[in-house]
């Protein structure tokens, strides 16, 4: 993550402590964070950290195409991926987790369908995650 920082000084971005702690936490999260998450986490550290600011440190990341926007939603809200490269998505109904899905779909790929040419190609996947069946299983038991 650090070598995010390092390229987004080359071009030029303005680095306050409030957008570097919002890459940070961005690096290190695994479960797409909403808009919300981020902010409830990054207030611990600056109290002052307004949304405003953590939506527009957001959009300047997705621009740079450092981090993506996800269109599925997390219990009806905009998620964000600190992986910018295109990957599938898993969200589980019962938890609400989003999980990277890192499978190499073989029926959705780039290419010709229906007469279309498709040239990008992310899948939303959705069902129960593999600690929910978990659960679910031991409570059967
Ligand atoms: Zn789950
Ligand atoms: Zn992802």
Redesign the pocket.
Known sequence: MMEIIERLKVKGITLTPQRIAIVEFLGKSVA?PTVEDIHKAIKRKYPTMSMATVYSTLRLLKELGEIQE?SIMKRGKACF?P?PKL?H?FLCRKCGK?L?MDVDCPIIKKGWVSGCRVEEAQAYLYGVCSECLKKEQSAKE
């Open positions: 797409h996800l991926d992986n990957h998505h989003i990277d």
